[in-house]
């Protein structure tokens, strides 16, 4: 397989995410060029990847206007800043990586769905979910008819308070005008992945959810707009920014708030900006929970629950045939086979430790997908082509 060159635009998480691939596999995979409009974070991706200063740029359309650099792109930016550049760069003959969801607006997702099949290029979205060993291993168990027919699918994301304040009430996904509805920014993984274990198409969908918890009228009495304000709450408040982004451990959230990791520069993140802000009194109106039905051809039906009221970031789910059921647990890589006809379930214990990088390995396994895609002469497409999406 010959290297595949890439360009990445938008150096945050996930972009960084992706392209640590490179620095793994050198001999498959070289990052050639970055666009971000923040400076740190562009130098640091330059840095990383020995990019050439003069294929650093500070926004897509700097990069995008010189002649092809590379094979790939990569881009990784906010949702609603992804139809533009990826139209551009179907247009130059470069084959797109792109985060997911594709866009908020369907009409955007179709064009650009039409516009990679009339380039004939491979054009990927990032719904790193089916590329895990645990959702493959499910997949493999319902093909190979381990439960006979399926029926029913019982399917939890369970957010997490902590991740849903960081994310949906302070940060950059809590205004769906902004970025998206939760079922969209969120929760795309898990529509991806109810449609692609369903295996037909869906015929009709209902849905229920609310914003209840994270408003002003369920502030403490007396809270300030910024809890380093001097919150009298402080003390007893779940969601008391300093506890969540000053402590001794407090794992990638910092990195989200301040590309400076001093105390001292989070401290000033928090005080001036979002993440500072009391989880009540903010801009917020994406949903803090929210139930789905669907109903699939050949009579498969699906419930799916999202709600932010966890203590632990997971997915749980439960699939029920005419000869079986499969219960599983992702973070846990616990799988369950109970088979009607047997006494005692199938504990099925995956490759994977627990804690793997990137979506229990599912980061890694879409981006080797990607590159071993464009290795073969782009005549393939991926578990996660922009026509499933679309």
């Not at 005419?322 to 099925?348: C, H, S, V, W, Y």
């Not at 793997?356 to 980061?363: E, K, L, Y």
Request: with cysteine.
């Amino acid at each position: 397989m010959s290297k595949v060159k890439v360009a990445l635009i938008g150096a945050g998480l996930r972009g960084g995410g992706y392209t640590h691939y490179a620095l793994k596999h050198p001999e498959m995979m070289q990052v050639v060029a970055v666009a971000d409009p923040n400076d740190e974070r562009r130098e640091r991706m330059r840095s990383n990847h020995s990019i050439d200063p003069s294929r650093s740029f500070s926004g897509w359309h700097e990069l995008l206007a010189q002649p092809k650099l590379a094979d790939a792109v990569l881009i990784c930016t906010q949702d609603r800043m992804h139809y533009e550049p990826t139209m551009r760069a179907l247009d130059m003959g470069y084959h797109v990586l792109l985060e997911k969801p594709m866009s908020p607006d369907p009409q955007e997702c179709m064009e650009m769905g039409e516009k990679a099949r009339q380039c004939g290029l491979i054009f990927s979205i990032c719904h790193v979910l089916r590329y895990t060993k645990f959702f493959g291993t499910i997949k493999r168990l319902l093909q190979e008819g381990a439960i006979g027919r399926l029926m029913s699918i019982q399917h939890n994301e369970n957010v997490a308070y902590w991740h849903q304040v960081h994310s949906f009430v302070r940060g950059n996904w809590r205004n769906a005008t902004e970025s998206s509805p939760m079922i969209v920014a969120k929760s795309c993984h898990d529509m991806d992945i109810l449609l692609w274990l369903a295996g037909e198409d869906c015929l009709r969908v209902s849905s229920f959810g609310a914003l209840s918890y994270f408003k002003a009228e369920n502030a403490p009495p007396g809270a300030p707009l910024r809890c380093t304000d001097g919150c009298p709450a402080a003390d007893s408040c779940l969601y008391y920014a300093p506890d969540i982004y000053l402590g001794d451990n407090p794992g990638w959230v910092a990195d989200a708030i301040s590309d400076d990791p001093s105390p001292a520069a989070r401290l000033k993140a928090l005080q001036e900006g979002p993440y500072g802000r009391c989880v009540y009194h903010c801009d917020n109106d994406v949903v803090d929970h929210q139930v789905v039905n669907f109903e699939f051809e050949k009579d498969i039906t699906a419930t799916f629950t999202m709600t932010a009221f966890t203590k632990d970031c997971t997915r749980t789910l439960k699939l029920m045939g005419t000869e079986g059921e499969i219960r599983g647990a992702m973070e846990k890589n616990e799988i369950e086979l109970i088979r009607f006809d047997r006494e005692a379930p199938e504990q099925i214990t995956l490759e994977y430790p627990v804690g793997h990088a990137g979506h229990g390995g599912g980061d890694e396994g879409l981006i080797a997908d990607f590159i071993q895609l464009i290795s073969e002469g782009g005549k393939k497409s991926g578990l996660t082509s922009a026509q499933n999406s679309v």
